[in-house]
């Protein structure tokens, strides 16, 4: 299924450009140089303190923010190599990204997004991807940020959404009137399998879902599932269940190669430019498995990320995000000195946000305990 080798991003010319010229390592590649960069970033770090679905009342084994990266990164590099393309690009992208995300979830990144709407700005957690790896991770004497290669860059902010050069005067860089390069758009799904999966998996052992309503309601659950209670109908019920759900994740990417692969062929593509120019995204499902998949995305947010049993987390991360934004904006002076010396430039709200943005879910909780005792006094 290997594409053409043309089509993939090269680990030399234009693309492994950095802001501030670095001479070249003398044996690892410009991406492998990227991909240390983002692991050993704080905010990756960060990543192990945030939720993805489920908070950590519910138990300690369920995905945070740093094992579904890895899920990502994992099944990323998988559909990479048997397409031929750039590894060790794909690999640097799917570490970074999540890394804008706020803490607890969808339900913080909404809050913070709510509360910058009362600013004129609004949250974008690409955008904020980018602001951490160009000005917030300090590790360089020569410069602020990571200053990583113009690939990784673009690819964090177009992996999963296009932005128009218009409305975005500042990433015009990033060829925005331009398809991302496959690398990039791997990230992208290879993020959906990743968590339609997964999500999934926490949904059952959390108890929230349960094995026939979600028979009856996602064809591709009931299609992998019913031949794996024929196949094993001694075993455990949560053993069968993992039997159908990596069969899944494999018929997903299965899908995705064999379809990526045809629109490619089907296309006359041969090299990035090609994929540059192609009118929609190369990456893809077939029409049948989109079908399913988004089914399947459909029944997990009516029965999983809106849930009653997630209600009170969602309830707490907005109470604590939209209080702690307001105690910082009513008092500026109380953020940290390194935070408030960029107000002159950001802004207080873009300011308060970037740095609750940062916080994991444990730090944002102490935060807003510490306010609520400060107040008490
Ligand atoms: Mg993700």
Redesign the pocket.
């Known amino acids: 299924m290997a594409l053409p080798p043309a089509c993939a991003v090269p680990s030399d010319g234009p693309l492994t450009a950095r802001k501030y010229p670095e001479p070249l390592h003398p044996y690892r590649l410009p991406f492998e140089r990227d991909r240390a960069r983002i692991l050993h970033a704080r905010a990756f770090r960060r990543l192990a303190g945030k939720t993805?679905v489920f908070t950590n009342r519910y138990s300690d084994h369920f995905r945070s923010?740093l094992t579904?990266?890895m899920e990502?990164a994992q099944i990323a590099r998988t559909i990479c190599r048997v397409l031929g393309l750039n590894e060790e690009l794909t690999e640097a992208l799917a570490l970074v990204?999540?890394i804008g995300?706020p803490p607890f979830g969808h339900a913080g990144e909404r809050a913070l997004d709510d509360a910058l709407k009362e600013h004129g700005l609004r949250f974008d957690h690409n955008l904020h991807a980018l602001r951490i790896v160009e000005h917030f991770e300090s590790r360089y004497a020569e410069f602020r940020g990571l200053n990583l290669t113009l690939a990784v860059r673009e690819g964090i902010i177009k992996h999963s959404r296009d932005y128009s050069a218009a409305e975005h005067p500042e990433l015009a860089e990033y060829f925005l009137d331009q398809q991302p390069p496959l690398e990039a758009q791997i990230i992208d799904l290879a993020?959906e399998i990743?968590?339609l999966t997964a999500d999934f998996d926490d949904g059952f052992e959390a108890e929230i879902l349960s094995l026939e309503h979600t028979s009856a309601g996602v064809r591709l659950f009931e299609r992998f599932y019913a031949p794996m209670q024929e196949k094993y109908a001694g075993a455990s019920e949560k053993l069968i269940f993992n039997e159908a759900l990596k069969r899944i994740l494999n018929a997903l990417v299965d899908d995705l190669l064999e379809e990526t692969t045809r629109r490619v062929r089907a296309d006359g593509i041969a090299a990035l430019e090609d994929v540059r120019r192609a009118p929609e995204r190369l990456v893809g499902f077939s029409d049948a498995m989109e079908n399913l998949r988004m089914e399947a995305k459909r029944y997990l947010y009516a029965n999983l990320y809106n849930a009653p049993e997630l209600e009170r987390d969602h309830e707490e991360a907005e109470r604590v995000t939209r209080t702690l934004f307001h105690a910082w904006m009513a008092d500026p002076s109380l953020l940290p000195p390194a935070h408030l010396a960029e107000i002159a430039k950001e802004g207080a709200p873009q300011v308060v946000a970037d740095y609750i943005a940062g916080m994991t879910d444990q730090y944002a909780l102490t935060k807003y305990r510490e306010w609520k005792e400060q107040r008490e006094e």
Do not use: F, L, P, S
């Open positions: 993805q923010r579904h990266t990502v990204h999540d995300h993020d990743a968590y």
